[in-house]
């Protein structure tokens, strides 16, 4: 594993307490940042803390800023001023056709999935700009280039995603605040939990490769985009999909 260089860094991990959210934070401390795992599970997020060096656990809701506050006032306390904020939590939402799509449900997806990341960038971003410093890093999905059929509602956020991302990178492209996102294709994480065989077998068959993403792999790419070696690349959308993606 190449190491990348966070030393003295502290990182934001939203929805780190499990999946690719995890795998992320572990990446992160590895290359020597302090790591704030911020979820709604705080059970889960504490016994991720107690096994990754340098990490603390802090409860936030994606979709409350209050809590959101909260808990960026507690890091800080805790570990220092967020110099990396990794926008991960998400939720897939269930699979039905867009006629049959229940409302509250399709609300539901787009308030974690794309308002959590406007939230916490809102959050975070006044920070960055006075101390000069700050890497934003969105999980958005292949999702969201290409929509998956029965998954409006997360196709649909994790597309807001990729456009947040790049009017953001652009608005902050004169300072030194680099924002990126990634699109993944699938990875068994407890989020298959939330779909159909079938939907899990259709994103499958859409990979080259034959096989889903593996944690670290994501985990890699996030991390260097999460470095100061990332400096000429903002605004930008950086695939792992196993050669899904065709553009």
Known sequence: ????????????????????????????????????????????AAGAAEEIAGAR??????????TIAKALAESEAALGAPDI?????????????????PPAEWRRVV??????????CRAVLP????????????????????????????SAAKAGVIGLTKSLGKELAATAIRVNCVTPAAARTDIFAQMSNAQIEYMLSKIPMGRFARLEEIAALVAWLASEECSFSTGAVFDISGGRATY
């Open 127 to 154: 920070g960055m700009l006075t101390r000069g410093y700050g890497r934003i890093v969105a999980i958005a999905s292949i999702a969201g280039k290409e929509g998956n059929p029965n998954a409006s509602a997360y």
């Open 1 to 44: 594993m190449n190491r990348i260089d966070l030393e003295g860094r502290v990182a934001v991990v939203t929805g780190g307490a499990r999946g690719i959210g995890r795998a992320i934070a572990e990446r992160l401390s590895a290359s020597g940042a302090r790591v704030a795992i911020w979820d709604v599970d705080q059970r889960a």
């Open 57 to 66: 656990s802090f409860f936030a809701d994606v979709t409350d800023p209050e």
């Open 85 to 101: 904020l990794i926008a991960n939590a998400g939720i897939s939402g269930p699979n039905f056709s867009l006629a049959d799509y």
């Open 111 to 120: 308030e974690v999935d794309l308002f959590g990341v406007f939230y916490c």
